[in-house]
């Protein structure tokens, strides 16, 4: 058997093809033989684990490790030395002027040897665009690696060409949002971006085309909690039709037993889920409100549900119509 066998071929308990004996790993040195005639099976055997390190600490030794690979960065984190921006040394004395003045060179020399194309450059400009505007949106970790891997695959496409970055980063976190289900509209989106909101549908249907992205159209029910959790804002008082619930669940049942009786009757063909969403909340409303174990104030009215889903209540009312004759028809 020649030295170069991986010893992960053989089985757990082999034994010497020469004499016999059972075989010895030796971990340190990276070799499998038989400590009996000698014969090495394997060596050069390599260790993928963590370099484990003594100091000073009680508790024992500790792995040496760098920080892992993200998606939130162009370089996919590994080129994470960064040259301080202190004005001290080591031993915490300010540095001269003339001192300043390189380092501040050599970070710019730094900066820029970090990207080594135009397209890299891209990248950078985009991730951290999308890390911006995810973080004043609260996206969570999911959503903005997604968009950066998108961004990313658009880059490599050569997709970004004639378009501005900030334009591909967010549509690109647009996309993300679609693909992950949250009930964000692109005008909530365009309120954090540097585009206009025309650009970013543009550059969505670019990629959803271009990456074979398969987004999946929205369902009404995605957009009930977000809606139902805006409804006892301050902002959103007797005037303008304010309702509080003891149990805002009921409202919500209600709700999409009339989403799914639309689905079941292919109401929603052509039209926006939002604008169903928000007919079935006044719906739903409208049912309960001779319930007084469920509400304890006034109706909402088909003005205050448009302005929460940014449509008319002309849009409300059509679609309540529909809902509340599809329901009176199953009812009898």
């Known amino acids: 058997m020649s030295s170069s066998q991986s010893f992960q071929s053989l089985p757990h308990e082999q034994n ?10 030796d971990e340190k040195r990276g070799e499998t033989s038989c400590p009996s005639c000698g014969l090495v099976i394997e060596d050069g055997k ?33 080129g994470n030395t960064q040259i301080s921006t202190e004005h001290t040394d080591a031993n915490g004395n300010q540095i001269s002027s003339k001192k300043r003045r390189k380092l501040s060179r050599l970070r710019r020399y730094h900066k820029q040897a970090q990207t080594r194309s135009t397209k890299e450059q891209n990248i950078r400009t985009g991730i951290s665009e999308i890390l911006r505007m995810g973080s004043a949106l609260g996206l969570n970790k999911n959503v903005k690696e997604t968009a950066s891997v998108i961004f990313r695959r658009a880059s490599q496409q050569d997709m970004i060409a004639g ?55 929205r369902a009404p029910e995605d957009y009930l909690p977000k809606i139902i959790s805006n409804l006892n804002e301050p902002e959103m008082d007797q005037t303008n039709g304010k309702a509080s619930y003891a149990d805002e669940s009921a409202l919500e049942i209600k709700a999409r037993e009339l989403i ?30 001779g319930d007084e174990k469920v509400r304890d104030c006034i109706t909402l009215n088909q003005h205050a549900i448009g302005e929460l889903i940014d449509k008319s209540p002309v849009t409300i009312r059509s679609r309540y119509q529909e809902l509340i004759d599809v329901y009176r028809e199953e009812s009898g």
Not at 66 to 78: A, F, V
Not at 265 to 288: M, T
Request: aromatic share 6%.
């Open 163 to 217: 378009r501005s970055v900030e334009t591909m980063a967010t549509s690109a976190l647009y996309a993300s949002i679609r693909l992950t289900g949250l009930p964000l509209q692109i005008p909530e989106i365009a309120q954090v971006s540097r585009v206009e909101e025309e650009r970013i549908k543009h550059g969505y249907k670019v990629l959803n085309k271009e990456l074979k992205l398969n987004v999946s159209p």
């Open 46 to 78: 390599l260790d993928h684990g963590p370099e484990w390190r003594y100091s000073n600490d009680p508790d024992g030794p500790s792995p040496r490790t760098g920080s892992p690979n993200t998606k939130l960065r162009h370089d996919r984190g590994i």
């Open 260 to 289: 799914d009786l639309a689905r079941e009757n292919e109401l929603f063909s052509g039209k926006r889920p939002i604008g169903f969403a928000g007919a079935a909340l006044y719906a739903a409303d409208q049912l309960l409100l």
């Open 16 to 25: 010497c093809p020469e004499c016999g004996n059972q075989l010895s790993p």
